[in-house]
């Protein structure tokens, strides 16, 4: 079945820093890669996705970026602000369809 | 519009007793997610339901539970026979079939709790 793993699985940041999370994953038909953040004792809630067709997407400040030759995917957050503070998973679909498998999530602590 | 619903929103039941999960997708998404997820953990994958399809049961972890869509809107969760590990989170999704909107959407979660 296919494997997802990311890394860290905690990141602790002071704010203002930059954060990065890398997401890699097996299956080769995978076609979708999004990012959700669930905030503590809330639901998880996509916050930037990306298509295999394109390299990099922006959104203020996250961004991902996606190698699909190497099978990894990551999230950029720039000028990191507590409210950043939260678990992060990743999710690629699985063969190219609309089910998604989400990764053990990535704790990150943002400090004033 | 309205959200993912769930019901209820906090479950307390005793060991050997069956608990019944109720999602109300967002009106008009053919897809539907069943997800586990544990104490500071990730969300574990159950079930998916596709239109018209049958479902996708992969992710079940025993016979103990299965799930049901009715009238491709309302889905159920049913785990019989509960045993303390199977005390979660248990959250719903749901999202478009079209491959270009996969965006899932969350409900807020049945906490399950069995003693």
């Known amino acids: 079945g296919e494997n997802v793993e990311q890394h860290p699985s905690t990141l602790s940041v002071q704010e203002g820093d930059s954060a990065v999370i890398k997401c890699t994953y097996s299956?080769?038909?995978?076609?979708?890669f999004p990012w959700y953040k669930q905030e503590l004792g809330k639901r998880p809630q996509l916050i930037i996705d990306?298509?295999?067709?394109?390299g990099e997407k922006k959104d203020q400040r996250i961004a991902v970026t996606l190698n699909k030759t190497a099978k990894h995917f990551s999230l950029h957050i720039t000028e990191t602000q507590p409210e950043d503070s939260a678990v992060y998973f990743c999710?690629?679909?699985?063969?190219?369809?609309?089910?998604?498998?989400f990764g053990a999530g990535t704790r990150l602590a943002v400090h004033p | 519009g309205a959200g993912v619903s769930q019901s209820p929103s906090n479950k307390v039941t005793e060991k050997g007793k069956d608990v019944e999960l109720r999602c109300d997708p967002i009106?008009?998404?053919?897809?539907l997610y069943w997800y586990r997820q544990s104490l500071g953990q990730g969300l574990e994958f159950l079930i998916y339901?596709?239109?018209?399809?049958?479902?996708?049961k992969s992710g079940l972890p025993s016979d103990r539970f299965s799930a049901e869509r009715t009238g491709g809107s309302v889905s159920t969760l049913t785990i019989q026979r509960t045993q303390q590990e199977d005390s979660a989170v248990y959250l719903c999704?749901?999202?478009?079939?079209?491959?270009?909107?996969?965006?899932?959407?969350f409900g807020p979660g049945t906490r399950l709790l069995v003693l």
């Open positions: 999704a749901s999202s478009f079939q079209r491959g270009d909107q996969e965006t899932q959407y």
């Open positions: 299956d080769s038909a995978s076609n979708y």
């Open positions: 990306i298509r295999s067709n394109v």
């Open positions: 999710a690629p679909n699985v063969g190219g369809y609309n089910k998604l498998i």
């Open positions: 009106s008009g998404h053919t897809a």
């Open positions: 339901f596709q239109g018209n399809s049958a479902p996708d």
